[in-house]
């Protein structure tokens, strides 16, 4: 009676979230790595020559049962992340960090791996260009992963496998709990000036969930709080902004202690590796290949940023001065001063939130720039259950008219759901199983009062089609092994087909028909488009500064060996500044977008010594953008040879192979500057 213990008979392999419970999570987890450890075993002792039969789809196919658990569970606790469910993570991580060191560390495996690469360049056998990069990058994964360490130091390696899988869970859970421990309350409505009806409504909710009075301003996962841009009551930027930076630094939520052991025990891993530090590790691992790489492209960046971030506070302490004669610009006056500067040359936000309803952008924006490109349209399915109650199934059918796969979205904030917006893959497309694709997208957009619709920022426009270019990566995979597919390539390549689908977003003919009134229906108006295309430049010393601060601060942590790391709590906040100011990033008016207590990427996830990647693949999307505008824009011939050379290759090809097949050279640098205004 457990939906996981078997693919689901559902339409795509959809698992049937209806009647999932936890229990069975346990159960099938558990059965799951006792059925992978029996495969490998056979595997390793089997003793027939190697074939890509008994050793790469042998390998391929004994994990597909955990991963079927893996996967269908993990967008379920981050989405809803209630305290049963999170208690089942916590339980299961240590446990699968020890499963997953179990295979990778088994030499057997490796030395079977090796006598099947020796076969193939003995011409024993034969080797197709898919199971060629396959079996190359296996090899290298394990002996990057310490396969052949001395039996002392893979002891080891494993303990601090298993304890930092422990750690990065407990630092999750800690900063979820402190996101709501920190929300605001407002009690006299006179403070919250400034706020739409919407805005007031949400708030209200908020505080009536937790039995309150008065209106709860809840955080968002970022330093930077949205709501600062219309609160118009200083003293309340003040304490949201001082709430927001001051998370996982007391109480039950102190997270400091977490971070130092997590630090500590990579920077110790990638020793045992043979690395000099963490960053060295991942680095390798990537399209950037050393540090010194990575630092160099983040220095590129950080001398402009700093100096058009200064000039845009000069020019909003002027603005200030006007309200409050004699104050200085503090940190929580930067939002609302740049969004009135904004309003007067460009676009005030307010005028643009009737023209952006969620559902007109989803199917006339979002889905439409991916049926313009690659022929796919969309169809719901309410017939099939989500991973949560809001969640809506898709059907997704290429031209012909054939199934392509499904497509999942769960588009509104709730307390037990993780910050920010992110995709999963619940089904990997593979030819090798004929697994069709079931990708999702999870955002963090405020949800509508009674009856109205939900109105979007432009902001949240650009994050649904960042999200949904990771969906098409996923959706749009065409390969021969699951593990391969779709979003399965270095962390520093992943956000660049997302990066590159938000152009669609400022397509003339795409506007004109997602910006709409949702009222009057009437478009948004020639005027407002000129003047939200002039602003893309607005505040990007900001942007940019608050980004790569943040990415400076991951290396940072990441490149200090056990001894230049802090061991005391005390020292976390006096190492980071060290480390901005070290940087030249150190702005007292622009923190990074996240300090190290709640830098959730780095501690708790897997951007671990590699959030540059944002940037480095923002290189490539400049330059693909370049690319489109000189076929023509948004055309079915330019987005084949994209899906073609690039999306569908996914992780089946080393990645920038598969960039110089789809541009013929090396990535053009000069197109992000000269985005971003820092060109010389």
Known sequence: MNPLLSPSPLPFQLPDYARLTTDHVREAALAAMAEQREAVEALVTDPSPATVENVLVALELSGRPLARVINTYWVVVAADGTDERRAVEAELAPLLATH??????????????????????AGEVTLDAEDEFHLGDLIDTLERSGVNLAPKALARLKELNTELASLSVEFERRLLDERGAKAVLVTEREELDGLDEAQLETAHRAALDRGLEGWLIELTNTTRQPILADLRNRDLRRR???????????GDHDVRRIVLDIAHRRAERAQLLGHPHHASWVAAEGCARTTPAVLDLLQKVAPGA???????????????????????????????????????GAVDPAQLKPYLEFERVLHHGVFAAATGLYGITFHERPDLVGFTPEARVHEVREADGSPLGAFVIDPFTRPTKRGGAWMTSIVDQAGLTSDLPVVTNTCNYT???????????????????????????GLLSDVKYPSRSGTSVPRDFVEFPSQVNEMWAWDENLIRSFARHHVTDEPLPEE?????????????????????????????????????LPRDVSEVEAFEQAALERAGVAHPLVPPRYRTCYFSHVFGSAYAAAYYGYLWAEVMDADTVAWFEEQGGLRR???????RELLGRGGSIEPMRSWHGFRGGDPDVSHLLARKGLRS
């Open 100 to 121: 997953s060191d179990a295979v990778r560390l088994d030499p057997r495996l490796h030395r079977r791996l090796v006598a099947l690469r020796d076969r193939a360049t």
């Open 240 to 250: 949201i902004l001082q709430a927001s930076m001051s998370r996982g630094l007391e």
């Open 306 to 344: 700093m100096a058009l971030a200064q000039q845009e506070a000069s020019e909003l302490q002027d603005l200030l001065q006007r309200d409050v004669p004699g104050a200085t610009l503090e940190p929580w006056d930067w939002e609302f001063y740049a969004a009135e500067q904004a309003a007067a």
């Open 447 to 473: 949800p509508p009062a009674e009856g109205a619709p939900a109105l979007l920022s432009w902001d949240n426009v650009i994050t649904l089609f960042h999200e949904f270019g990771h969906a098409l990566h």
């Open 528 to 564: 407002l488009v000129a003047r939200l295309r002039a602003s893309r430049a607005q505040g990007e010393g900001f942007q940019t500064l608050e980004t790569v601060a943040a990415m400076l601060l991951d290396q940072a942590w990441h490149t200090a060996t056990p001894e230049e």
């Open 637 to 643: 011939e330019a987005g084949e040879w994209f899906r």
